[in-house]
Nanobody, 124 residues
Framework: EVQLQASGGGLVQAGKSLRLSCTTS????????IGWFRQAPGKEREGVSCIDGNGGTTVYVDSVKGRFTISKDLAKNTVYLQMNSLKPEDTAVYYCAADYSDYLIPVAHIYDYWGQGTLVTVSS
């Protein structure tokens, strides 16, 4: 079956970096867009970034642009989210998800498959 597993979260100080990983299996990795989403305490889930099937096109929301980088390793069926210059407002559970549609937008409702989240906590 389709599986996605997010990992790499932890507790970091503001200004530091983390790299999240999303390992996948059970689907044609190069035919699916992968998105990163996050949900902060008491808030709704929001999109962060997404990347197309072959890894050639990326999208970022304004709040992370210039700080976060999404990438795909096609050989490993793995997506990464490099997070630099972390801020306390980045604190959230981060999820990865897969989308088979022709769209490339970090909007949760279009994504077909979801993994379990990994917690990122950024201290002041």
């Amino acid at each position: 079956e389709v599986q996605l597993q997010a990992s790499g979260g932890g507790l970091v100080q503001a200004g530091k970096s983390l790299r999240l990983s999303c390992t996948t299996s059970g689907f044609a990795f190069n035919e699916y867009a992968i998105g990163w989403f996050r949900q902060a305490p008491g808030k709704e889930r929001e999109g962060v970034s997404c990347i197309d099937g072959n890894g050639g096109t990326t999208v970022y929301v304004d709040s992370v642009k210039g700080r976060f980088t999404i990438s795909k390793d096609l050989a490993k069926n793995t997506v990464y989210l490099q997070m630099n210059s972390l801020k306390p407002e980045d604190t959230a559970v981060y999820y990865c998800a897969a989308d088979y549609s022709d769209y490339l937008i970090p909007v949760a409702h279009i994504y077909d498959y979801w993994g379990q989240g990994t917690l990122v906590t950024v201290s002041s």
